[in-house]
């Protein structure tokens, strides 16, 4: 009963406070001339407000700090009951990640120096215990990753990061998936025995549902690097303190579904641009999303399509968790992206 009040209360909180803060994010930044402004390699046509993050961040963590707060005061229970450290350490990082990314969207931090601010934070956040330690591999069995699991750690939370910033690239597309996702990780871990990662993803799917108010097409505010490194940094953190923890190879296999959709779109990205002798960091237009707008499909349509995409991913993640009767979810969400396919096609052909 507790914890079924404490989800619904901290989804409500974060949702209540994204909406009615940012108002306020916009007027200050239009006042400060904090804007993404239009190129030719981005979609928006006139300079958008990229603060977003600032109330997803604060939505999230206001939200998980009123109910820890309720639940030390009123339920009887200590803070550190429902948020255990490495839980704690990971909001930490979150937080870190988001003064990383709001640094750099107002005065534009170089490469190396962001790049350098990100791998020292994920390191510190891997000695506080929060570690990939160990990979089951089907045939070999349980690997002990020893001394590699700092290198391995810091790729899987740099890269989810980097993936979440690189398919921020059409209205309410990164908020969107990213909600699907946060909601996918929330269902397994209440149903693996994670309550408090679950309470954290619900926290972070009600500030992005309210972001999405404002964000989706046609957007009237942009999350920014701060956002996008918050809301990555968070799955990633929350993915290895709830998901990869037991010694089975669905606990490797889990948070690489639920994440499906920006993480192959960033290693095919990657790849094409190596193939063509190009840096892997170069800006351009292979994304996913760039390649369905320019076969024909409408922006609100190709935004949708890819959420259809994320919702598939998540509904054979939590198959695979063996949750009961999931199977229905993912025969729902099966024919759903069968009927987007569909759609797609049609709208492909007559362009």
Known sequence: MLWTCCSLSVFSIAVAFVISSIPSVNRFALKHHKFDLPSARKMHQ?????????????????????????????AESSFSAVFPSKVLWVLGGSLAFFLIGLADDLISLSPA????????????????GVRIDFLT???IGLIQLGWLSLPITILWLAGVVNAINWIDGLDGL??????????????????????EVALVMLALSGS???????????????????????IGFTLAGMSIVGLVKSATLTAIVLPFLILAVPLLDMVAVILMRLKNGQSPMAADKRHLHHRLLNIGLPHRFTVLFIYTLAFW????????????????????ATLLLGCSSWRAWNLAQQN
Do not use: E, K
Request: hydrophobic residues 55%; glycine residues 16%; contains cysteine.
């Open 46 to 74: 006139r300079p958008i407000v990229r603060l977003g993050g600032v109330s997803i961040c604060f939505g999230t963590l206001l939200a998980l700090g009123l109910i820890g707060l309720f639940v030390d005061l009123v």
């Open 113 to 128: 120096l962001r790049l350098g601010l990100q791998t020292s934070v994920a390191g510190l956040v891997w000695l506080a």
């Open 137 to 139: 591999l089907p045939g």
């Open 174 to 195: 990164a908020s969107g998936v990213s909600c699907i996702a946060a909601v996918s990780v929330a269902i397994v871990s209440f149903a693996t025995g994670h309550p």
């Open 208 to 230: 992005l549902l309210g972001f999405l108010y404002y964000n989706f097409n046609p957007a009237r505010i942009f999350m920014g690097d701060g956002g996008s490194y918050f």
């Open 313 to 332: 991913t998540g509904s054979l993640a939590i198959a695979v968790a063996g949750i009961p009767n999931s199977i229905f979810g993912v025969l729902g």
